[in-house]
C-alpha cells in the first residue's frame, strides 16, 4: 500500500465537541502528508465508566456478552461524531465499527483477542481517498456476536491495523506528552523519555504504568511496527518505540506503580504432584491472568499459594479459588485488595546486584514491608502495602535520579 498513518485517539483526546473539533484538524494535516490515514478512537471521556456503572444498576453481574454489546457503543458515537467533524472542515471521511472495518476475533467476550483482519472494505474506502476512522476496542466473533478486546483495546486495534496495512507508522495519541520515568501526574520530577525499547515499554505498560496496553505492544514489537506516543493537546516529539540498543549498558528507564491489583492466598494446600496446575489451568481457562505467583516451603505436607490479580477479574478469582479449595481440601481463602506493585524498569538489572541493593534499601528506609517480588532481566518488582504506593513510586524515582 502506498504511504499509510495510522493515528489512535484516546477518550481524554475526543471528550468533548471541540476536542473532536482540533482532532478533526490534526487529521486533515496528516491526509496532507499521507495518501492513506487509518484513525482509531475510544469512546469519549467517561462514557465506557459511565455505561459500565448503567448495567451494573441494572444487573450486579451482567453477562459478557450482553456487556460487550452495550460497550460496544460508546465507540461509534465518536467515530461517528469524528467523521462529521471531518466533512465538515471539506475532507472526505467514513466511520466504521470493528466489525465494518474487518477485525474477527476469538469468541472471548470482554478480553477478546484479534484472529484476523479482513481489509477489503478497509481498502476500499482508502482507495476513494476517504480518511477511515475505526472503532477502537472492539470486534465480530464468528458468531457476528460483538466482541471487546478488554481495557486499552482501542491501542491494539490501532496497532493491528498498522501491522496488516503495513503503515509508515502508527501515532498514539494521549493525555501527556510520551512515555515519562513515573506518572507524572504522581511524580513531579517525571522526565519525558525520547526514545525508549520495546522491551522496556512493554514491561512498563504491565506493571501499571498507563502509556499503552501491554498486547499493542507485543503486536508492535512481534510485526515491526514503527511506534510513537504523542499528546493530543500539543505538538511536540513524544517517544518514539524501537528496538533496543545497548543491552550491556546497566540503566533504569523508568518506575512504575500498579494498583488496581489484589492479592488471593490459598492456605495450607495439600503439597501434592498437580495441585498447583489444577489451580492455576483453571484460573487461565477462565481468562484470569495472574500476575505474580508465590508458593512457600512445603511445612507438615501443605504449603500456601498466593498470587495477584487485575481488579477487573478479582471477584470472579475469589469465586473460583473458593471452589477449588474445597475440591481439593485445602483451608481457607483469603484476600487483600490494598496491596500495590511498585516497580523499577530497565536493562541489565537482572545482572547487577546493586541495582537489587539500591531497590530493596529505599523500600527499607520508608520502613514499607514486601510481601511478594519477581525480578526478571528489565525489570523489579513488589508488592507492598497500597497506602505506601505513591510514596514508594516517588522514593525510587529520586534514588535512582530519573
Known sequence: MESCIVQKYGGT???????????ADRIIETKREAKNVVVVVSAMGKT??????????????????????????????????????????????ISLTGAQCGIVTDLVHKKARINEIKTNRLEKELGEGKVVIVAGFQGLNEYSDVTTLGRGGSDTTAVALAAVLKA?????????????????????????IPE???DEVLELASLGAQVLHPRSIELARRYKVPLSVLSSFKKSKGTKIVEAKKMEKVEIRGVSLDDDIAKISMLEVPDRPGIAF???????????????????????????????????????????????????????????????????????????????SKYFQTLYNLGINIQMISTSEIKLSSIIDGTCGEEALAALHDAFEL
Open 278 to 356: 489444577k489451580i492455576l489451568s483453571e484460573l487461565a481457562e477462565n481468562h484470569i491472568h495472574l500476575d505474580m505467583i508465590l508458593q512457600n516451603v512445603n511445612r507438615n505436607g501443605v504449603n500456601d499459594i498466593s498470587f495477584t490479580v487485575p481488579m477487573d477479574d478479582f471477584q470472579e478469582a475469589v469465586t473460583l479459588c473458593q471452589k477449588l479449595a474445597f475440591e481439593i481440601g485445602a483451608q481457607k481463602v483469603v484476600y487483600d485488595q490494598g496491596v500495590a506493585k511498585v516497580s523499577i524498569v530497565g536493562t541489565g538489572i537482572g545482572t547487577h546486584a546493586e541495582i537489587a
Open 13 to 23: 483526546s475526543v471528550g468533548s465537541i471541540e476536542r473532536i473539533q482540533a482532532v
Open 168 to 192: 509508515d507508522r502508527c501515532e498514539i495519541y494521549t493525555d501527556v506528552d510520551g512515555v515519562y520515568t513515573a506518572d507524572p501526574r504522581k511524580v513531579e520530577s517525571a522526565r519525558l
Open 48 to 93: 465506557t465508566d459511565d455505561l459500565i456503572n448503567m448495567a451494573k444498576s441494572i444487573h450486579d453481574n451482567p453477562s459478557s456478552r450482553e456487556l460487550d454489546q452495550l460497550l460496544s457503543t460508546g465507540e461509534q458515537i465518536s467515530i461517528a461524531l469524528l467523521a462529521m467533524a471531518i466533512e465538515a472542515k471539506g475532507s472526505r471521511a
Open 196 to 198: 525508549i525499547s520495546y
